[in-house]
């Protein structure tokens, strides 16, 4: 398993950009299906986006197709998360995860998902 880092987290206006990075050591990510998932206080864990291992297939849940963009440089190790049009309801700890080690489950299940980093916070002021 990786070990992921997510960085870039921050507070923010709504309207207002802003974009996630997820370092990965300990191996490479370039075979894995990569994620990004947000969990808000008093909520479960929550699909955001994910990507194939080479990036030719993404996915978006409903409530941010169109203002996110999920992307990765295998050759950098790392997962980036552009997220424009921000708006307060996408306050959250947002979390890299990296497919490998456990059953598939689907690419927005949590538990398709073996390595997670710690997480990083954004919050959108209205």
């Known amino acids: 398993q990786v070990q992921l880092v997510e960085s870039g987290g921050r507070l923010v206006q709504a309207g207002d950009s802003l974009s996630l990075s997820c370092a990965a050591s300990g191996g490479t990510i370039s075979i894995y299906r990569m994620g990004w998932f947000r969990q808000a206080p008093g909520k479960s864990r929550e699909f955001v986006a994910a990507t194939t291992w080479n990036g030719d297939m993404t996915y978006y849940a409903d409530s941010v197709k169109g203002r996110f963009t999920i992307s990765r440089d295998n050759a950098k190790n790392t997962v980036y998360l552009q997220m424009n049009s921000l708006k307060p309801e996408d306050t959250a700890v947002y979390y890299c995860?990296?497919?490998?080690?456990?059953?598939?489950?689907?690419?927005?299940?949590?538990?398709?998902?073996?390595?997670w980093g710690q997480g990083t916070q954004v919050t959108v002021s209205s």
């Open positions: 995860a990296a497919a490998g080690g456990v059953p598939y489950r689907g690419y927005n299940s949590p538990g398709s998902y073996g390595s």
